[in-house]
């Protein structure tokens, strides 16, 4: 069964303090993606990889950062958390090519920022 | 710019057809999705439509596409308490890696 597992399912940070979000995917897949989701807003892109060591910024990239060291692999870096970035957090995995562009998601982190 | 645009909350009884509607702006589209998301879980692809198609069933699924009015529906038929959920619709842009989502419509079932 293809799975994309999110390391932390809640998390409550203070300002200020920096955030780790992992994700990892056992099915081989070149893409994976984060998005924040809020009510009302739908799914955001923040930011998405390609390929190890590649990223690209989505729509809403201000206050992280991504890292893709091994292909299974993508992390999502708040510097400094913020209260505005209180929100869930949501990784998917897809084909690069020949495929429908299905998107494979996480459970989601929900982070609360204090 | 590229937008997705679905109903926030759709109200029906149990037995009765569920119609959720979506407006998109991209006309390249090449796939169109239904993605349900249900309560403290990730989203999973309900179904999808590929852009030269009119209409697609999966058993109580209909999706319908009017290309014109660049105008999505899913009909779910003889509704039950398990398909209480948030679907969102969503397109993928041709030729990119964005897939583009719309707010989500959170859809109650009455028993």
């Known amino acids: 069964d293809v799975k994309v597992t999110q390391s932390s399912r809640y998390l409550v940070k203070r300002t200020g303090e920096k955030v780790f979000l992992e994700c990892v995917q056992d099915m081989d897949h070149e893409n994976m993606f984060w998005y924040r989701q809020d009510p009302g807003l739908g799914l955001r892109l923040i930011y998405f990889s390609y390929d190890v060591k590649m990223k690209e910024k989505g729509d809403i990239p201000e206050g992280y950062s991504v890292s893709r060291e091994k292909k299974e692999r993508f992390s999502l870096i708040l510097e400094s958390a913020s209260t505005n970035q209180t929100s869930m957090y949501l990784c998917a995995s897809s084909l690069s090519q020949g495929g429908t562009g299905e998107l494979f998601f996480g459970e989601g982190s929900r982070l609360t920022v204090l | 710019g590229e937008d997705v645009e679905q109903s926030l909350f759709l109200s029906v009884r149990e037995g009765d057809s569920s119609v959720i509607n979506c407006t998109y702006t991209?006309?390249?589209?090449?796939?169109l999705y239904w993605y349900k998301q249900e309560p403290g879980a990730g989203l999973q692809l309900l179904t999808y439509?590929?852009?030269?198609?009119d209409m697609k069933q999966d058993q109580r699924l209909t999706v319908l596409l009017n290309k014109k009015d660049k105008h999505l529906s899913l009909r779910i038929a003889d509704t039950q308490t398990g398909d209480s959920a948030i679907y969102f619709c969503a397109e993928s842009i041709t030729g990119g890696f964005k897939t583009i989502f719309g707010a989500g419509t959170r859809l109650f079932v009455k028993a």
């Open positions: 439509i590929f852009s030269n198609m």
């Open positions: 991209d006309s390249s589209s090449t796939y």
